[in-house]
């Protein structure tokens, strides 16, 4: 079932339990250019990716924006599934690129494996993720 992310921001994400000098380094860092420019466009196309989900039946899917964002990272990064996966559970910089807190942090490989094959059997040429 297709669920928009919510936008408001918490105070519970991870940036806000750090030291001042840690935040600050942090914010000067890739991840805060990721989170200001990057994930709000990912947010914004979120609507455009609503088909790979059954309304009819499932769960709430986790956020599709944020599943683009980690997708985007593994490339930059190249990084293969598991790894991935570990450095958005244990890396503060890719919780606060995506705007997650420690507890949201958690995304089994086969919910990004399922994400990645109903994109493709959905838009084999990628014109979705192009247009993004």
């Given amino acids: ?10 105070i519970f994400e991870v940036e806000n339990k750090l030291p001042r000098n840690v935040q600050e380094r942090l ?7 990721f989170q200001a420019r990057v994930l709000p466009i ?3 196309a979120e609507h455009m990716f609503s088909a790979l989900y059954n309304n ?4 709430p899917n986790w956020s599709i ?12 990064f190249d990084l293969d ?22 507890e949201e942090s958690y ?19 990628m014109k979705m993720v192009r247009a993004v």
């Fill in 1 to 10: 079932m297709f669920k928009p992310t919510d936008r408001q921001r918490t």
């Fill in 27 to 33: 914010r000067s860092s890739w991840s805060e250019g």
């Fill in 42 to 44: 990912l947010l914004d």
């Fill in 56 to 59: 009819a039946k499932g769960r």
């Fill in 65 to 76: 924006a944020r599943m683009l964002g980690i997708c985007v990272l593994q490339e930059i």
């Fill in 81 to 102: 599934d598991q790894k991935a996966l570990d450095c958005l559970a244990f890396d503060i910089r890719w919780q606060h690129s995506l705007g997650i807190t420690p």
């Fill in 107 to 125: 995304l089994s490989r086969r919910s990004l494996v399922d994400f990645r094959s109903r994109l493709v059997s959905y838009d084999p040429k």
